[in-house]
């Protein structure tokens, strides 16, 4: 689960990039003839993606879902989806946003990746929620992995009231 989400953002964030940079260049040629203003394409920027990233979800959910061994209920994979789905938007409009914030595409590239680690660290995958310094805990909350594998455990986890084995002790 943590495996898929950091993979399809990372993707996705870096997949981005390069396009985004090379309409740039439109952007302002059209933005200095009078054409349209800075919001009308940034808007128009978005709102293309959201389709392509639903169509993107949908064969990724396909492919995982079942790899992953989830339960096949409706309300669980709409669950899924609406989480996948929000990760690959967030995950490309940071893609977006560092190509904006940098004047090429290099160094956006060099600058997402140095979040990536952020991203992880502070996601409660490789060091639980407890385990946080209290100084840093802010940054828990403010980390969107956290909130997306939040989300994937108590949707497909939090009604599953299976025993296991756990150092020959049966545990909930």
């Known amino acids: 689960m943590y495996f898929a ?9 870096s997949s981005v990039q ?3 940079s090379t309409e740039r260049i439109v952007m302002y040629r059209e933005r200095f003839a009078g054409m349209y203003s800075s919001w009308a394409y940034a ?6 993606e959201v389709p392509y990233l639903f169509i993107q979800t949908l064969l990724f959910r396909m492919i ?22 929000s990760t690959q938007l967030y995950f490309t409009f940071f893609g977006m946003l560092f190509v904006s914030l940098t004047p090429e595409v290099t160094i956006a590239g060099a600058l997402s990746s140095f979040f990536y680690p952020l991203l992880n660290l ?35 986890y939090g009604d599953v009231n299976d025993e296991i084995v756990v150092f020959g002790e049966m545990k909930p």
């Open 64 to 85: 995982t879902y079942p790899m992953i061994g989830y339960y096949g209920s409706a309300y669980k994979v709409l669950w899924y989806f609406y989480a996948i789905f």
């Open 43 to 48: 808007l128009a920027q978005v709102t293309v």
């Open 18 to 20: 390069p396009f985004v």
């Open 122 to 156: 502070f996601s409660d995958f490789l060091m639980p929620k407890p385990k946080i310094p209290k100084w840093w805990f802010w940054l828990y909350y403010l980390m969107p992995t956290s909130w997306t594998l939040n989300c994937l455990l108590t949707s497909q």
């Open 5 to 13: 989400v950091a993979f399809l953002g990372m993707n996705s964030s």
